[in-house]
């Protein structure tokens, strides 16, 4: 089996950190696309601006109607986009690592769905505020984590126990949301329905700045244990001999992508399917070759930060793409991502089951 090409860099202090320069060079391609793309974002809508006049204002050196529209009325929602894109993508792949399954997604899982619930219950009981859904959001994505976590357990949390039960709850959890809506009155099913299709639209600085501070506690701590996410893939038991406490690292970063899974969708709604298609496009150009590993699958890796990038870089063009193509505000980037996902789940179904894995 031939392994990617790493450098090793060396610091001070003996101390030493193995970089993949494949992984490296995906991520930083994708980092560039992503910041292309919201540069082109900024420019569109009903008062376009040219990209060079984006930089400027960006710069504080534009027109004050330029600085007015890119700094306050559109910075925040490619912020939100980027952010909300780089927690979907960082969760499907700790997801689909723990679970070692490309199917264990939040999207198959429930996680998105159980978000989705807790903010209709704001909405339809207490017709809450915009922050008041947000946290409601967030709460209902943590409760069905902790539901979802305890349902799966029987001596430790296995991949596909996992993904079978997170069928069985998104379906429940579908279900409870499908009553909700048929229980509010026309003003809020309204307000409901346009929530849950998932959408940039209207996001302010007060959804960029929660979501950033929950992104710079969480993607650390998950970057930090990377090493030995990666030593569990190669199954419990090699993890537990070479030192890693499995069951503490698996909760630990179970309880990171439900909560940048939930973050995600309090601040821009469920926008479905980014969590489970970018890791998986990620890993494919991280490794190109079509690497295998002894059991006939991909090789084993999280590939945390090509996902994370890919997300970011997947949401902020879809929305540019619906902002071009049906024109601002028309269509919701969670139709786009939602249409485009559920073609790639088809797609990665049948290359699942002609390889013999489900």
Same mark, same amino acid.
């Given at each position: 089996?031939?392994?990617p090409?790493t450098h090793?860099?060396?610091?001070?202090g003996?101390?030493?950190?193995?970089?993949?320069?494949?992984?490296f060079?995906?991520?930083?391609?994708?980092l560039?696309a992503?910041?292309?793309?919201?540069i082109?974002?900024?420019g569109?809508?009903?008062?376009p601006v040219?990209?060079?006049?984006?930089?400027?204002?960006?710069a504080?050196?534009?027109?004050r109607?330029?600085?007015?529209?890119?700094?306050?009325?559109?910075?925040p929602?490619?912020?939100?986009?980027?952010l909300?894109?780089?927690?979907l993508?960082?969760?499907?792949?700790?997801?689909?690592?723990l679970?070692?399954?490309?199917?264990?997604?939040?999207?198959?899982?429930?996680?998105?769905?159980?978000?989705?619930?807790g903010?209709?219950?704001?909405?339809?009981?207490?017709s809450?505020?915009? @922050?008041?859904?947000a !946290?409601? *959001?967030l709460?209902? =994505?943590?409760?069905?984590? +902790? /539901?979802?976590y &305890? #349902?799966?357990w029987?001596r430790?949390?296995?991949?596909?126990?996992?993904?079978?039960?997170g069928i069985?709850?998104?379906?429940?959890?579908?279900a409870?949301?499908?009553?909700?809506?048929?229980?509010?009155?026309?003003?809020?099913?309204?307000?409901?329905?346009?929530?849950?299709?998932?959408?940039?639209?209207?996001?302010?600085w007060?959804?960029?700045?929660?979501l950033?501070?929950?992104?710079?506690?969480?993607?650390?701590v998950?970057?930090?244990?990377?090493?030995?996410?990666?030593?569990?893939?190669?199954?419990?038991?090699?993890?537990?001999?070479?030192?890693?406490?499995?069951e503490?690292?698996?909760?630990?970063?179970?309880?990171c992508?439900v909560?940048?899974? @939930?973050?995600?969708? !309090?601040? *821009?709604g469920?926008? =479905?399917f980014?969590?489970l +298609? /970018?890791p998986? &496009? #990620?890993?494919?150009?991280?490794?190109?070759r079509?690497?295998k590993s002894?059991?006939?699958?991909?090789?084993?890796?999280?590939?945390?930060?090509?996902?994370?990038?890919?997300g970011?870089?997947?949401?902020?063009?879809?929305?540019?793409?619906?902002?071009?193509?049906?024109?601002?505000?028309?269509?919701?980037?969670?139709v786009v991502?939602?249409s485009l996902?559920?073609?790639?789940?088809?797609?990665?179904?049948?290359t699942?089951?002609?390889a013999?894995?489900?």
């Amino acid at each position: 089996m031939r392994t990617p090409r790493t450098h090793v860099l060396r610091i001070r202090g003996g101390l030493s950190v193995r970089i993949d320069l494949r992984a490296f060079a995906v991520v930083a391609l994708l980092l560039a696309a992503a910041l292309a793309a919201s540069i082109l974002l900024i420019g569109t809508g009903d008062f376009p601006v040219p990209a060079g006049d984006v930089l400027r204002a960006l710069a504080g050196h534009g027109s004050r109607g330029q600085e007015f529209v890119v700094t306050e009325l559109r910075l925040p929602r490619v912020l939100v986009g980027l952010l909300a894109g780089a927690s979907l993508g960082l969760g499907g792949a700790l997801f689909q690592s723990l679970t070692r399954n490309p199917l264990g997604s939040p999207d198959v899982l429930g996680l998105g769905q159980g978000s989705t619930a807790g903010a209709l219950v704001v909405i339809v009981l207490f017709s809450g505020s915009a @922050a008041q859904v947000a !946290a409601g *959001a967030l709460a209902g =994505g943590l409760a069905t984590g +902790t /539901a979802l976590y &305890l #349902a799966a357990w029987r001596r430790g949390v296995h991949g596909y126990r996992l993904v079978l039960v997170g069928i069985g709850v998104s379906a429940a959890v579908t279900a409870v949301n499908g009553y909700l809506l048929t229980q509010a009155d026309l003003v809020d099913a309204a307000r409901a329905v346009l929530w849950t299709t998932g959408s940039l639209a209207g996001r302010g600085w007060e959804q960029v700045w929660p979501l950033l501070a929950l992104c710079a506690v969480l993607v650390p701590v998950v970057l930090g244990h990377a090493r030995a996410l990666r030593t569990m893939e190669m199954g419990d038991d090699t993890a537990y001999a070479l030192g890693v406490r499995v069951e503490r690292v698996r909760l630990l970063l179970m309880v990171c992508a439900v909560l940048l899974t @939930a973050g995600a969708t !309090a601040a *821009a709604g469920p926008i =479905g399917f980014v969590a489970l +298609t /970018a890791p998986q &496009l #990620a890993r494919r150009l991280a490794l190109p070759r079509r690497l295998k590993s002894a059991g006939g699958g991909p090789v084993p890796g999280p590939n945390l930060g090509p996902s994370t990038a890919m997300g970011a870089t997947l949401l902020i063009v879809a929305d540019w793409t619906a902002q071009r193509v049906f024109g601002a505000d028309q269509l919701p980037v969670g139709v786009v991502t939602g249409s485009l996902g559920g073609v790639y789940l088809l797609w990665l179904l049948v290359t699942e089951r002609r390889a013999g894995r489900i």
